[in-house]
């Protein structure tokens, strides 16, 4: 009889955890299905990176992380993505064969990337060093479409490598506020390469632009002096009328413009602490340990960048920002009392 009893229970034990795993596992399921996706956010990417990977916004991702600032992310942060069970796709990049000639750099403005995303996906310890025949992942959207005419008044203008809505509005006779109204644009300081815009009432053909000829540095034929052109986004250094380097940079957004005009360069420290910004505002920075910092008037310097690899898009609070590389140069080529020449 107890031998029979004890079969009866271990027969309805049985049972019962058979139909508890009918009951759990819908909701396991559900739960797994429900899970967010989280990007762990790589050296180089910005969120209209991580956006285009994913097939989401930036202003979903933004939404979804409550970033007061969606001009800044950082190496390390977890951010939610919002995916609607959207995954990357291996379509997402194509294999583009390194010829002779092509660098990082070349490629990246190319396909409307960066040098350090490219790095990234491709596992390239060293940027500096790609070979001929070499496959590399790239983006599958290349962003040298040319110009379109839409019907009507409005043209399409695909916006290329240093130009910012300020050029553009120029070029076409508009205004940056029109222009950012035409195509919703919440950030009017953030467009990005091979970016559409309408451009309302604009002239079918915009006018040539023209490089600014390069103001007089010295009246020393080898001075040393730098020019940062706030409208393409660049900067050159001078010695004399020779230019000895350039490099793409990032100078400050609408809301905190880079002063144009001469200045020369106060003081330098090899790294240095930035805060600024405003809680109230919901930009707030502290930055430690900037790299390479070279002040010429008041709180304004150039220096490197270790937050962003945006170059060639204003990006700041006001300072001109540089790639590490580019900002060391600098640093190490330029005395303290070096003109610095700030214009449109």
């Not at 139909?19 to 559900?30: C, D, E, I, R, S």
């Not at 005419?149 to 290329?160: C, E, F, N, Y």
């Amino acid at each position: 009889m107890s031998r029979r009893l004890r079969l009866q229970g271990l027969v309805a034990l049985i049972v019962l955890v058979a139909q508890l795993g009918l009951l759990v596992a819908p909701v396991q399921a559900t739960s797994r299905a429900a899970d967010p996706v989280v990007h762990i956010v790589r050296w180089g990417e910005t969120l209209y990176l991580i956006a285009r990977r994913y097939g989401t916004t930036t202003s979903a991702i933004v939404n979804a992380n409550n970033l007061r600032n969606p001009n800044f992310v950082y190496a390390g942060q977890r951010l939610i993505i919002p995916t609607n069970g959207f995954s990357p796709s291996a379509g997402s990049t194509s294999i583009h064969v390194v010829r002779r000639g092509d660098t990082l750099r070349i490629l990246a403005a190319r396909y409307g990337t960066t040098v350090s995303y490219l790095a990234s996906v491709n596992g390239l310890r060293n940027p500096n060093f790609i070979w001929v025949g070499q496959r590399l992942k790239v983006p599958s959207s290349s962003a040298t479409t040319p110009p379109t005419q839409a019907q009507g008044s409005t043209v399409i203008h695909v916006v290329r490598r240093g130009e910012i809505l300020a050029r553009i509005a120029r070029m076409y006779g508009t205004t940056v506020r029109a222009i950012a109204a035409a195509n919703n644009l919440a950030n009017p300081s953030l467009i990005y390469v091979g970016q559409r815009l309408k451009i309302p009432g604009g002239s079918t053909t915009p006018p040539s632009s023209t490089t600014p000829s390069a103001p007089s540095g010295s009246a020393d034929p080898g001075a040393k002096w730098i020019d940062v052109n706030l409208s393409t986004q660049t900067l050159r250094a001078y010695e004399g009328n020779r230019v000895v380097y350039t490099a793409r940079v990032s100078t400050g957004i609408a809301r905190y413009p880079t002063p144009a005009g001469t200045f020369r360069i106060q003081r330098k420290y090899r790294y240095d602490d930035m805060t600024g910004g405003s809680h109230a505002r919901g930009d707030y920075y502290y930055l430690p340990n900037v790299p390479y910092c070279m002040y010429y008037y008041a709180g304004y310097s150039l220096h490197g960048t270790f937050w962003h690899n945006n170059f060639g898009t204003p990006m700041s609070h006001g300072c001109t920002n540089l790639s590490i590389p580019d900002a060391g140069w600098l640093f190490n080529w330029a005395p303290i009392g070096t003109k610095v020449v700030n214009h449109y």
